[in-house]
């Protein structure tokens, strides 16, 4: 290792070579183990950018299957680059076991201490927090890489072919986020579905039957296609449309388990993101770098963790949250000590706690806290007009609609949730389909075109009741076309 | 902690070729750019007015096709950002559409922040348009075949070439492209050579060390990655005679609208013949009582007025081709556009024409423009001409700017239904 000679003010470049980073991956996961963080085995890949717009383009993926979209991706991706717009990241980690990570060749040594120390943060996280238990890490990589061989095998297949493949795959894609949001949570079978709506449908034990009135049950519909409202849109068409080809059928798994895969990775973004730059900190600063290295290590980690006005940077609100929450259960302030009672775990114990329990809506729900709204200077905002106006700041009458709009924002809440709750909907199988509006309207040409996809892929009429404008409405797609009407 | 070790695997440049997976879905995404601007030609052609424009000229087309929808959330959604400190409510902190607020990595993001429009130029637009298009039954008639036609066009700069096509301004500036990189490099410091500009980089720095700074200075010799040469590309085609015959109307009769259809016709014809045929020639008619070979810049914006006998057109087209080009040497095409407002008197002689010009053409095309609705009041040469019973004669009925695009298809496109 260089020796550090004058203070300039500019920082010295660093050469290193492998051998470098393998010795300070092992100085860093001396300090992992030693903060107790509980990793897959980790791999690193030096690539170049046109390796790393390689992998964004296809989320970090050594394999993936074909789609125009992913090229579309790259281009928008490598345009943005060449044009300073933006930057490539540091590096790219993916859930798998053992877990992969990408590195830029071209970064400076102290980059690679830092993201080497960010990565461990992420596979930390991906081991432990519960969102990812649904995922099987062990098989990420073969599970891509045999959707790839599959797909690639239908295009290739001269019965099938490209342009086939690509009409599922279109339509199949803009409908992938309409699935289970909490994969922890199990879903029932219809039998077991059929097995609750039974015992639903009893009367309830009433130990005063004999002086009450008899009690009204509703018989079960045996017939109702589904029992239970479904969320899983492309499940269900693979399901139920006995007009699917295998081959069809096969697409829509692949496309509905990768949404999947990516779900828990939305769900945790600030917690993950604010996870890894909390632990790279600690690590890093625990390693006693040289001077030079350490003001590098300090302008990359301000820019890493800056806000970002009229944006909310995941990293930066992760990591306030992180810290004000380690500091709370090691160092409260007389305040919250007199509110919240006397501490009953110490700060990692809070904080290891929290990484394995928590995704972002719940996180941002029990650890965002007042003060810290009002430290960011969080805000909330709304069109009207041509304009984006502030409407509500973090004072005191303020700011828990700031915060319940942040949550709504997070992860799948910023997905429309959508459920199938009749599939022979006036014995004419029509698909119909539920929109659970909360206050957010949705987008009504985007609306459109996503109800005729999923009209392609259900092969008869589909209608979407939604509420337009405090309306309730129907929208209806069908072989003649789009309309909306509204309901009483 | 795992016990085993991490793994590091060092950059290869062979993986850099792997990486490049993304080919294959490139040229696919590109494909459908180029499908989804096919497809609205017919929109752009009848929007825009295309005549005479500069080739260069950009033309902004919508894409559709292309776009990916999903459900999200419209207008009416609030959503939360971070301020800078004093944010108040009621301050305007954006413009709607801008892609405000939300960060980075959500799926599902606002619309808007796609792009859905791209722009062409109108020599890339013609390009593609005419892509699948040919001349209709081209014959290669034997006698008069132009062996081949080499077209060495330029086409960009390549860093190998002859010593001939050595482009010296580009390699001069390369040099001094090079020569300031350097010493900016130098000015940085010297170690920072590690960090990229590899083919610069091998063998370099040594050399300088055994030089002094002022030796340096004096003396920064050419390299070899410094040398441009131009790229010259050889189209060798070989191609049958053909000659375009274009016959326009140019009488009172054909106002604004009518000449501007009839133009816009003959304004894509022209086009096409001239991005898709090297060796076709070109001859522009037009005629109102009498017919006049003119220039392709009078054919396109010159007006005239007077009477109408379609006859003196077709014959002015049969004596230049009496002149010039022998039907057994040539394939001849005719494309006569006017509003059918033709003098009575004059329909015998001018069927008689047309069934001579449909002798010795390879296709004749008639295209009659009749602007909404005048259909019903004036004449048409139409009901004339469906007498003519030769096959390669065809005649298009041309009412508004739509029917344009699809009729010049029908025109190019009919006889290669029937081979």
């Known amino acids: 290792m260089s020796t550090s000679q004058t203070t300039s003010a500019a920082p010295r470049v660093h050469r290193y070579e492998l051998k470098d980073l393998v010795e300070w991956d092992k100085r860093i996961r001396a300090k992992v183990a030693e903060f107790g963080l509980d990793c897959y085995p980790q791999e690193f890949e030096i690539c170049d950018h046109t390796g790393m717009l390689g992998y964004m383009a296809y989320s970090g993926m050594p394999s993936h299957y074909p789609h125009w979209s992913y090229g579309k991706s790259y281009e928008k991706l490598k345009t943005l680059y060449d044009h300073g717009v933006s930057g490539l990241p540091y590096e790219m980690v993916i859930n798998s076991n053992p877990a992969i990570a990408y590195l830029m060749r071209d970064n400076t040594l102290l980059l690679q201490i830092l993201t080497i120390a960010h990565v461990y943060g992420h596979n930390d996280f991906f081991k432990n927090n519960f969102t990812f238990k649904s995922t099987r890490a062990e098989l990420t990589v073969e599970t891509f890489k045999a959707h790839a061989l599959r797909v690639r095998r239908y295009v290739e297949d001269p019965s099938i072919g490209q342009e086939r493949v690509e009409r599922i795959l279109d339509s199949a894609h803009a409908l992938s986020w309409q699935c289970r949001r909490n994969l922890a949570i199990k879903k029932l079978s219809p039998s077991e579905q059929l097995d609750r709506a039974v015992e639903a449908a009893q009367p309830r034990h009433d130990p005063f039957h004999k002086i009450h009135a008899r009690q009204e049950t509703a018989p079960v519909d045996y017939h109702k296609v589904p029992l239970e409202p479904d969320e899983d849109l492309l499940l269900f068409v693979r399901d139920h449309n006995p007009f699917l080809a295998d081959w069809e059928k096969d697409l829509l798994t692949i496309v509905d388990e990768e949404a999947k895969y990516f779900i828990s990775m939305m769900e945790t973004k600030i917690m993950n993101e604010g996870w890894a730059s909390y632990w790279h900190k600690r690590i890093v600063e625990s390693l006693d770098l040289d001077q030079s290295l350490h003001l590098e290590f300090i302008v990359r980690h301000n820019q890493v963790i800056r806000p970002i006005p009229g944006q909310i940077n995941p990293y930066h609100l992760g990591m306030k949250i992180w810290e004000d929450l380690y500091r709370r259960h090691t160092n409260p302030t007389a305040e919250e000590t007199k509110r919240d009672g006397p501490l009953s775990k110490s700060g990692n114990e809070k904080i290891f706690e929290a990484r394995e329990v928590e995704r972002d809506s719940s996180f941002l729900r029990r650890y965002l806290t007042e003060e810290l709204i009002r430290e960011m200077d969080l805000f909330q905002y709304e069109t009207r007009g041509e304009e984006v106006v502030v409407s509500k700041v973090a004072d005191i009458e303020g700011w828990r609609d700031v915060k319940e709009t942040l949550i709504k924002a997070v992860g799948t809440n910023s997905i429309p949730v959508l459920k199938v709750e009749d599939a022979d909907f006036g014995q004419n199988r029509t698909l119909y389909v539920k929109h659970y509006h909360d206050g957010r309207d949705l987008q009504l040409d985007y609306a459109e075109k996503s109800l005729s996809h999923l009209q392609r892929l259900w092969g008869r009429e589909v209608v979407l009741e939604s509420v337009l404008d405090g309306k309730r409405s129907l929208l209806c797609s069908n072989e003649r076309g789009f309309t909306v009407r509204a309901l009483k | ?419």
Not at chain 2, 44 to 56: F, H, L, Q, T, V
Not at chain 2, 187 to 201: L, V
Not at chain 2, 260 to 288: G, M
Request: aromatic share 10%.
């Open chain 2, 1 to 419: 902690m795992p016990n085993d070790d991490t793994i590091f695997r060092e950059y290869r440049p062979s993986d850099a070729e792997r990486s490049d997976r993304s080919a294959g879905d490139r040229l696919r995404h590109r494909q459908k750019v180029r499908e989804s601007i096919r497809e609205n030609i017919a929109d752009i052609i009848a929007e825009e007015s295309i005549i005479g424009k500069d080739r260069d000229r950009v033309i902004k087309v919508p894409l559709r096709g292309i776009k990916e929808y999903r459900f999200v959330y419209g207008d009416n959604t609030p959503g939360a950002a971070q301020g800078d400190g004093d944010s108040r409510p009621g301050q305007v902190v954006g413009k709607k559409g801008e892609g405000e607020g939300q960060g980075d990595g959500h799926a599902g993001d606002r619309p808007g922040v796609d792009y859905y429009e791209t722009d062409v130029t109108l020599e890339e637009l013609i390009e593609i348009m005419f892509e699948d298009l040919e001349l209709p039954n081209l014959e290669r008639r034997a006698l008069r075949e132009v062996a081949t036609d080499q077209a060495a066009r330029r086409k960009g700069y390549r860093k190998v070439g002859i010593r001939v096509r050595l482009d010296k301004r580009r390699t001069a500036k390369q040099r001094i492209t090079r020569m300031l990189a350097s010493e900016r490099r130098k000015g940085a410091g010297a170690p920072a050579s590690s960090a990229g500009t590899p083919p610069a980089a091998d063998g370099t720095p040594a050399q300088n060390l055994l030089e002094t700074p002022a030796a340096r200075k004096r003396r920064f010799p050419f390299h070899q990655d410094d040398l441009r040469y131009k790229h010259v590309e050889v189209d060798t085609k070989e191609e049958s005679n053909a000659a375009v015959i274009c016959i326009m109307d140019t009488s009172g009769s054909m106002d604004t609208m009518k000449k501007y259809l009839a133009r816009s016709f003959f304004f894509l014809l022209y086009q096409f013949i001239s991005t898709r045929y090297r060796n076709v020639e070109i001859v522009f008619i037009a005629h109102h009582t009498e017919a006049s070979e003119v220039t392709e810049e009078e054919f396109f914006h010159k007006g005239e007025s007077g009477g109408t006998f379609i006859s003196s057109g077709y014959q002015r087209a049969l004596q230049i081709i009496a002149e010039r080009y022998h039907p057994s040497l040539w394939n001849l095409y005719a494309f006569h556009c006017s509003d059918g407002d033709n003098f009575d008197s004059d329909n015998p002689a001018a069927l008689k024409a047309a069934e001579e010009l449909a002798d010795i053409c390879n296709l004749f095309g008639y295209g009659e423009i009749k602007p909404l609705g005048s259909r019903y009041y004036e004449s048409s040469m139409l009901n004339v001409f469906r007498r003519i019973a030769a096959p390669n004669f065809h005649t298009v009925l041309i009412e508004r700017k739509e029917d344009i695009w699809p009729s010049f298809k029908a025109f190019l496109a009919k006889d290669r239904v029937q081979e």
